[in-house]
């Protein structure tokens, strides 16, 4: 297979979804989202109860992408330096060194990152805009690709930290991984019966169909996907009218707009399209807005939700044609 040939970098890519489904049933919309986001550089937030196969999902992408992938548990205790790296005393030298954190790697998986002190969520903030950590004034680039995936438990909410806006505004996605479907659900327990071991991917057959070479080539051709000033003008509007809807205390900022409009072009290469449709917009809607609304505290009392006025506000914005 030929990397260089973009043809060849979308198929391996489409065939991520294949590859992670040796390992992980039924969650065939987060791998896109994941792949879509390795090719616009940027982050995603994964929201799901405990036990549907989150982190699995991250480490069988990883292995059909043959990256490197490191999982840190986010605790009360942890410390910024437990994931940037620190400067560590050499006596033989006489002189500090720095010792690399778990951030230096591929596929940063951050499990449970609403269970750490806002200070240690702080520390990643660099590393998502700036693909770099400071230590001592000197900066570190990480590695390329670079993309933190990081979990949260949608309805526990003792001894956790709500990420802060700011932070929540680095992820380009917010994918929810939901409980499977019955049919799903049976499959996945037939697997297990037949012996399968979640933390034994090579015998569940998952290999390496893609690398970086595809990577590269894929955001090569995402830069030239273009998108007409109707189209721009629709994603703006979209964005403005969150600002504007009574429920919503803060709507979605221009970086949401840049960050929706990055995802469709990305989706609409990965459809054999060189050109963003409405349609790529309104399919990117909800996992690229729903974590850039705050709702008013009565509205969520009342049971709003942001995909509730994500729906809204795609249903009332004039489509352009």
């Given at each position: 297979?030929?990397?260089?040939?973009?043809?060849?970098?979308?198929?391996?890519l489409?065939?991520?979804?294949?590859?992670?489904?040796?390992?992980v049933?039924?969650?065939?919309?987060a791998?896109?989202?994941?792949?879509?986001?390795?090719?616009?550089?940027?982050?995603?937030?994964?929201?799901?109860?405990?036990?549907v196969?989150?982190t699995l999902?991250?480490?069988?992408l990883?292995?059909?992408l043959?990256?490197?992938?490191?999982r840190?548990?986010?605790?009360p205790?942890l410390?910024?330096g437990?994931i940037?790296g620190?400067?560590?005393?050499d006596?033989?030298?006489?002189?500090?060194?720095?010792r690399?954190?778990p951030?230096?790697?591929?596929l940063?998986?951050?499990?449970?990152?609403?269970?750490?002190?806002p200070?240690?969520?702080?520390?990643?903030?660099?590393?998502?805009?700036?693909?770099?950590?400071?230590?001592?004034g000197k900066?570190?680039?990480?590695?390329d690709?670079?993309?933190?995936?990081?979990?949260?438990?949608?309805?526990e909410?003792?001894?956790?930290y709500?990420?802060p806006?700011?932070?929540?505004?680095?992820?380009?996605l917010?994918?929810?991984?939901?409980?499977?479907?019955?049919e799903?659900?049976v499959?996945?327990l037939a697997?297990?019966?037949?012996?399968f071991?979640?933390?034994?991917?090579?015998a569940?057959?998952?290999?390496a169909?893609?690398?970086?070479?595809?990577?590269q080539?894929?955001?090569?051709?995402?830069a030239?996907?273009?998108?007409r000033?109707?189209?721009?003008?629709?994603?703006?509007?979209?964005?403005?009218?969150?600002?504007?809807?009574?429920?919503?205390?803060?709507?979605?900022?221009?970086?949401?707009?840049?960050?929706?409009?990055?995802?469709s072009?990305?989706?609409?290469?990965?459809?054999?399209?060189?050109?963003?449709?409405p349609?790529?917009?309104?399919?990117?809607?909800?996992?690229?807005l729903?974590?850039?609304?705050?709702?008013?505290p009565?509205?969520?009392?009342?049971?709003?939700?942001?995909?509730?006025v994500?729906?809204g506000?795609?249903?009332?914005?004039?489509?352009?044609?």
């Open positions: 297979m030929n990397a260089r040939d973009p043809e060849a970098a979308r198929g391996a489409q065939a991520l979804r294949d590859e992670v489904g040796k390992a049933v039924g969650q065939d919309a791998v896109t989202g994941l792949v879509i986001a390795l090719l616009c550089r940027r982050h995603v937030l994964l929201e799901g109860v405990p036990g196969a989150k999902l991250v480490r069988a990883a292995a059909a043959s990256l490197d992938v490191t840190v548990q986010f605790t205790d410390m910024p437990d940037t620190s400067l560590v005393y006596a033989r030298s006489a002189e500090f060194t720095f690399q954190g951030v230096f790697t591929n940063l998986l951050a499990d449970e990152i609403n269970r750490t002190p200070k240690t969520q702080a520390s990643l903030l660099e590393a998502m805009e700036e693909r770099q950590i400071s230590v001592d900066p570190w680039p990480l590695p690709p670079f993309v933190v995936a990081a979990t949260q438990n949608p309805i909410y003792e001894g956790t709500p990420l806006e700011a932070q929540l505004d680095r992820f380009l917010k994918l929810a991984v939901p409980l499977p479907e019955r799903d659900e499959a996945i697997r297990h019966a037949a012996g071991d979640p933390r034994d991917l090579a569940a057959g998952v290999r169909v893609a690398g970086t070479a595809e990577l080539a894929g955001r090569a051709e995402v030239r996907v273009t998108a000033s109707e189209v721009l003008g629709y994603v703006v509007d979209i964005c403005r009218a969150t600002r504007t809807t009574p429920v919503v205390q803060l709507g979605v900022s221009p970086r949401g707009a840049t960050a929706l409009l990055a995802a072009r990305a989706w609409a290469w990965l459809s054999g399209r060189d050109y963003v449709t349609d790529d917009i309104k399919a990117l809607g909800r996992p690229a729903r974590h850039r609304l705050r709702l008013r009565e509205a969520e009392l009342d049971g709003a939700t942001a995909d509730g994500i729906d506000v795609l249903s009332t914005v004039p489509v352009p044609r």
